[in-house]
């Protein structure tokens, strides 16, 4: 177990909808990384938070938003979503703001239909 | 960050040493190498790191050549539950952004 946890562990929806997955890092951590993986493709980064402030922005699709809250919970909005969303989003917290060492939680599965 | 050369799968025998390469040629001085794995579908989870000297930990060893350029990660007695993708990044400490995670190595541990 890592400290990090991530809900919905699943969800179905279908295309057009607009989905939140939410996740709550360590204890303590400050920094927040949302990753996306499909079958098709590795482990893509999309987005990190440090201390609720973005910090560093990756493939994300202009469709697809996170925040981070006070309480250092975060969130990943996906919204008018395509068949091609379809994938297990990771959620992944550190202490530090550089992101050496870095710990997943277990994922969201998102299955668009 | 230098770029890492990992083969593509691997298979070890149940009770062995599973021994992974990474090849990081073009590592300079202040980068060091993270050694992640994923077990199928799970959320990937960090082994070890190191800058030039060996390092062990609960899980494995990193071996780090003398001139930085290659490593191996040694999972000392694998086990099944040892089955995975291990992934060698190489970063420097301190740097802004992501981790970014190549192919990596699939190890498939058999009875």
């Known amino acids: 177990d890592s400290g990090v946890t991530q809900t919905p562990k699943h969800l179905i929806t279908a295309t057009g909808q607009r989905v939140t997955l939410r996740c709550s890092p360590r204890s303590g951590d400050l920094s927040v990384y949302w990753y996306q993986q499909s079958l098709d493709q590795g482990l893509q980064f999309l987005i990190q938070y440090y201390n609720g402030e973005e910090r560093a922005k990756g493939n994300i699709l202009e469709r697809f938003s996170a925040q981070q809250f006070p309480d250092l919970h975060s969130e990943l909005n996906l919204s008018s979503l395509e068949l091609g969303d379809s994938a297990l989003y990771f959620c992944?917290?550190?202490?530090?703001?550089?992101?050496?060492?870095?710990?997943f939680g277990e994922g969201s599965w998102l299955t668009v239909v | 960050d230098a770029k890492t050369t990992q083969p593509t799968s691997m298979d070890c025998a149940e009770g062995r040493a599973a021994n992974l390469p990474c090849n990081h040629s073009?590592?300079?001085?202040?980068?060091?190498v993270y050694w992640y794995r994923q077990i199928h579908s799970q959320g990937p989870q960090y082994i070890i790191h190191g800058l030039k000297n060996n390092e062990t930990n609960e899980m494995a060893s990193l071996i780090i050549t003398e001139d930085r350029k290659s490593s191996t990660l040694i999972l000392p007695h694998a086990t099944l539950r040892d089955t995975a993708v291990y992934y060698c990044i190489v970063r420097r400490w301190g740097s802004q952004g992501n981790l970014i995670f190549g192919k990596g190595t699939k190890l498939s541990v058999k009875p």
């Open positions: 073009t590592i300079s001085g202040n980068e060091y």
């Open positions: 992944a917290s550190s202490v530090e703001f550089s992101g050496n060492t870095i710990y």
